[in-house]
């Protein structure tokens, strides 16, 4: 047994996976196989769970068989609504209320009694939180405006619904395409951080609603989820500066701030989701007539490339132009992770019942640095 210390799991095998593979060094991402962009172009966020659930891409009979049997599930109960509207009306984080309201999902799984052993229900299950997800975060949103929740759509695709119950109104095909790439972008990425945390929880086969509970709590973190809307809200500020986008990162890195949605633990080089997502917020711009973010954000990568940042290994993430796409869409900036956790929750679910097909729990060590021979004193005597 290795006594080598690698903090944060740096460079260490854990496991083996199909499901997706990252080429930091070229910018390159697949799930199965599959080019992201290929993935992201030509086929449906509803595709992409099939082929991470299932490990093949569907036939038609199969996708609409899926479709049906997802936006079936979309429903929550009235008690789950409510207490969304509680914690809207608390002034929860998106992230906290989400979740909270998936772990008091599980109190209402038809299969809760399931044998942990049975993937077949873990996946049904995992199915039931997917579908629901997008339910809970548009009624937590419509609540905090004070409105009331919009019923699902069994008609709309699982993006187009999404978009439809948070305003109220069904959106176009552009917005919809947008975020249904989005979501496809978003839904595996390797083993990080909140996927290694659903792994691991999964790995004492835990059910399904715990593993994606503790893959938000994950993702909640600001070093792993947050970042796009930490771009959105840079770019909010060059916007209220009297200063031009490039201007403002000169005075922002003269005075020590870090920029967001730049670099990456794997990526040596441009995010390929960065790439697609920047495409799509052309369209969207085009198609509103509004370019202001795609100006601002295509300026800084320009400056920011400029001075050498990518010859560092410092290059646009996927958060650089996720976060203008979403603004985009009307989505709250504060909402961007929880979106990001709708999306990324397919992939939870994949590593956790690939994992679970040939399990091990996951118990590493630590080294103990601490006193080893200290004397017990009673406690009238300290």
């Given at each position: 047994m290795s006594d080598e210390l690698k903090r944060g799991?740096?460079?260490?095998?854990?496991?083996?996976?199909?499901?997706?593979?990252?080429?930091?060094?070229?910018?390159?991402?697949?799930?199965?196989g599959y080019d992201i962009e290929d993935l992201a172009r030509g086929a449906s966020y509803e595709e992409v769970l099939y082929l991470l659930w299932r490990g093949s891409l569907p036939t038609r009979e199969e996708l609409d068989a899926f479709t049906a049997d997802l936006a079936a599930e979309r429903a929550v109960d009235d008690d789950a609504l409510d207490a969304v509207r509680?914690?809207?009306?608390?002034?929860?984080r998106p992230m906290a209320a989400l979740r909270t309201a998936v772990s008091m999902l599980s109190a209402y799984e038809p299969e809760s009694d399931a044998d942990p052993e049975d993937l077949d229900a873990t996946l049904r299950q995992g199915r039931r939180i997917t579908a629901k997800i997008p339910t809970l975060l548009a009624a937590f949103e419509r609540a905090r405006q004070g409105e009331d929740p919009v019923a699902p759509d069994p008609d709309l695709s699982h993006a187009a619904n999404f978009l439809y119950m948070?305003?109220?109104?069904?959106?176009d095909d552009v917005s919809a395409e947008t975020f249904d790439m989005a979501l496809t972008l978003h839904a595996d990425h390797g083993l990080n951080a909140s996927t290694f945390t659903a792994i691991v929880i999964g790995s004492t086969m835990a059910d399904v609603y715990s593993g994606v509970t503790g893959g938000i709590g994950a993702l909640?973190?600001?070093?792993?989820?947050?970042?796009?809307?930490d771009v959105m809200e840079v770019l909010q500020e060059v916007d209220a500066s009297d200063k031009d986008p490039v201007q403002w990162v000169k005075d922002a890195r003269e005075e020590g701030r870090r920029i967001p949605g730049f670099g990456h633990r794997v990526y040596k080089v441009k995010d390929p989701r960065a790439k697609i997502l920047e495409e799509k917020l052309r369209d969207l711009s085009e198609s509103s007539?509004?370019?202001?973010?795609?100006?601002?954000?295509?300026?800084?990568?320009e400056y920011l490339t400029e001075?050498?940042?990518?010859?560092?290994?410092?290059?646009?993430?996927?958060?650089?132009?996720?976060?203008?796409?979403?603004?985009?869409?009307?989505?709250?900036?504060?909402?961007?992770?929880?979106?990001?956790?709708?999306?990324?929750?397919?992939?939870?679910?994949?590593?956790?019942?690939?994992?679970?097909?040939d399990n091990r729990l996951i118990r590493p060590r630590a080294r103990y640095t601490g006193p080893k021979a200290s004397e017990f004193v009673p406690v009238d005597e300290r």
């Open positions: 799991l740096e460079g260490v095998l854990v496991a083996e996976s199909d499901l997706s593979y990252v080429d930091g060094e070229v910018g390159k991402l697949v799930y199965r509680t914690l809207a009306d608390a002034g929860e948070l305003t109220g109104t069904e959106p909640s973190g600001p070093l792993h989820g947050g970042a796009n809307q007539g509004d370019t202001k973010w795609l100006d601002y954000t295509t300026a800084i990568e001075q050498g940042l990518l010859d560092k290994g410092i290059a646009p993430n996927v958060d650089f132009y996720s976060g203008s796409v979403y603004d985009s869409l009307g989505i709250p900036v504060d909402m961007y992770t929880p979106i990001f956790a709708m999306s990324r929750a397919g992939g939870w679910i994949a590593h956790m019942v690939e994992y679970q097909e």
